[in-house]
Nanobody
Framework: QVQLVESGGGLVQAGGSLRLSCAAS????????MGWFRQVPGNERDFVAA????????HYADSVKGRFAISRDNAKNTVYLQMNSLKPEDTAVYYC????????????????WGQGTQVTVSS
């Protein structure tokens, strides 16, 4: 089983940057694709980005393409989300997730979730 702990959230002004980290423990991390989702209160959890187990393939929501970058360091059991040119609409709780099966774009394809980290972008 994989356990996930996110960090790096905070308050930033519009146009600024943050880097989220997700530290994983568990023997299956290096063979699992990983994803980032975000959620605003009252809304569903939305896909942000995903990365294959090797890091060779990445996928992004249209709303973050060109601004966010997902990466991973399997030696450190960590996945990252670099967020640049942040906008107030990026404000949400960001969750790291371990992929199990199915489309990367849907939350039900992920079987392991972190506790989330708050990102707030002020205008």
């Amino acid at each position: 089983q994989v356990q996930l702990v996110e960090s790096g959230g905070g308050l930033v002004q519009a146009g600024g940057s943050l880097r989220l980290s997700c530290a994983a423990s568990g023997h299956s991390f290096n063979t699992a694709a990983m994803g980032w989702f975000r959620q605003v209160p009252g809304n569903e959890r939305d896909f942000v980005a995903a990365i294959s187990w090797s890091g060779s393939s990445t996928h992004y929501a249209d709303s973050v393409k060109g601004r966010f970058a997902i990466s991973r360091d399997n030696a450190k059991n960590t996945v990252y989300l670099q967020m640049n040119s942040l906008k107030p609409e990026d404000t949400a709780v960001y969750y790291c997730a371990g992929h199990v099966s199915g489309s990367y774009y849907y939350a039900n394809a992920y079987g392991y979730w972190g506790q989330g980290t708050q990102v707030t972008v002020s205008s």
